[in-house]
Nanobody, 124 residues
Framework: QVQLVESGGGWVQAGGSLRLSCTSS????????MGWFRQAPGKEREFVAR???????DYADSVKGRFAISRDNAKNTVYLQMNSLKPEDTAVYYC??????????????????WGQGTQVTVSS
């Protein structure tokens, strides 16, 4: 069983920055692909970024150049640095662990474990 706990959400004005953290209880955290997703009210959960165990990264087009995903395996933690935030980035942000699936990294249904989510609100 893997437990994921996010932190770092909050309120920020447009153009500001936030850093989200997600800490895992899994002993083999270092071999998981980890992803960040977000869900705005009335919308489906959408892919934001992912990082493989060898630190390959992918980003949604909407955040490319503004967000950066990273990981510290010694701390069992994955981060999402969010810069130049826009009101449309407002959502609940979730981290997730991709462990046993062979499906696309971009689809939420292929992730095995999820955190409880952290709210990010960007005001204009």
């Amino acid at each position: 069983q893997v437990q994921l706990v996010e932190s770092g959400g909050g309120w920020v004005q447009a153009g500001g920055s936030l850093r989200l953290s997600c800490t895992s209880s899994g002993r083999t955290f270092g071999i998981y692909t980890m992803g960040w997703f977000r869900q705005a009210p009335g919308k489906e959960r959408e892919f934001v970024a992912r990082i493989s165990w060898i630190t390959n990264t992918d980003y949604a087009d909407s955040v490319k150049g503004r967000f950066a995903i990273s990981r510290d395996n010694a701390k069992n933690t994955v981060y999402l640095q969010m810069n130049s935030l826009k009101p449309e980035d407002t959502a609940v942000y979730y981290c997730a662990a991709y462990i046993g699936s062979s499906g696309s990294y971009y689809s939420a249904r292929n992730y095995d474990y999820w955190g409880q989510g952290t709210q990010v609100t960007v005001s204009s």
